[in-house]
């Protein structure tokens, strides 16, 4: 009896320092990586609200009167009083050139004054929120306006990524992409043959560049039985900004 009642005290000793063991080594890290993950996540759904504000809204209409120009937005916008707004694909470009400043909201509406009484606007019109600094940051990171000056940039920048890397250059194919007047994208194709060294240092050469550059689409082959040689394919293209929104 009295070996019973010790076996049973001790599985019960045994079993509070397991429970104590799990909650040092699992439970508390565990509560710590939600709650980092939590914190995270209210950061993200603030860059999130954020963000949104600078998506481009469709517009319905802009009447003007007096000089003081009724927007109506085809859904509820998040503006409101004091917000500089920019417009695009209206008519009269009046609309185009310069921010707006939001004098007043509703829901689906908002008004701001306009110098010279341009009159109502037509077009398939959207606008988009943004200050002075946001949009200056916007132009600084863009290929240049001059498609010359832009396309000299981005081959100066091929030269460097393929004689830092020692890669070697097969394949070139460039294009201009126009997706709207607000901005283009010139899309580069590349190809090239090396090592895997040679392979990775090219592409992260291409991805940590200061340039505007985005990869769209990266393929990897090998070229030899062994996989010493490594063709890359790579995609990536390159932002300029349109003249409505400079």
Do not use: C
Request: glycine residues 8%.
């Amino acid at each position: 009896m009295q070996n019973k009642r010790e076996k049973l005290l001790l599985t019960v000793a045994l079993l509070a320092v397991a429970i104590l063991i799990g909650d040092r080594l699992v439970l508390e890290p565990l509560y710590n990586s939600w709650q980092t993950r939590r914190e995270k996540i209210i950061e993200l759904e603030g860059k999130v609200a954020t963000g949104s504000k600078l998506l481009p809204r469709a517009v319905t209409s802009i009447t003007e009167s007096g000089g003081t120009a009724t927007v109506t937005t085809t859904d509820p916008h998040p503006f409101k009083t004091g917000d500089s707004v920019y417009f695009s694909g209206a008519t009269p470009t009046a609309y185009n050139t310069s921010p707006a400043s939001i004098t007043g909201t509703s829901e689906n509406s908002f008004t701001f004054s306009i110098g010279g009484s341009p009159g109502n606007a037509t077009g398939t019109i959207e606008v988009s929120r943004g200050d002075e600094e946001e949009w200056r940051t916007y132009f600084e990171s863009s290929l240049h306006s001059d498609n010359s000056i832009a396309e000299d940039a981005v081959l100066r920048a091929i030269r460097n990524w393929t004689g830092d890397s020692g890669i070697l250059l097969t394949s070139f194919k460039p294009q201009w992409q126009n997706h709207d007047d607000r901005y283009r994208t010139w899309d580069v194709r590349l190809v090239a043959e090396g090592t895997m060294r040679e392979a990775v240092e090219f592409v992260h050469a291409i991805e940590s560049d200061e340039l505007p550059l985005k990869i769209e689409q990266l393929e990897l082959a090998s070229r030899e039985k062994n996989g010493k040689l490594i063709s890359v394919s790579v995609r990536f293209a390159g932002l300029q900004i349109g003249k409505p929104l400079q």
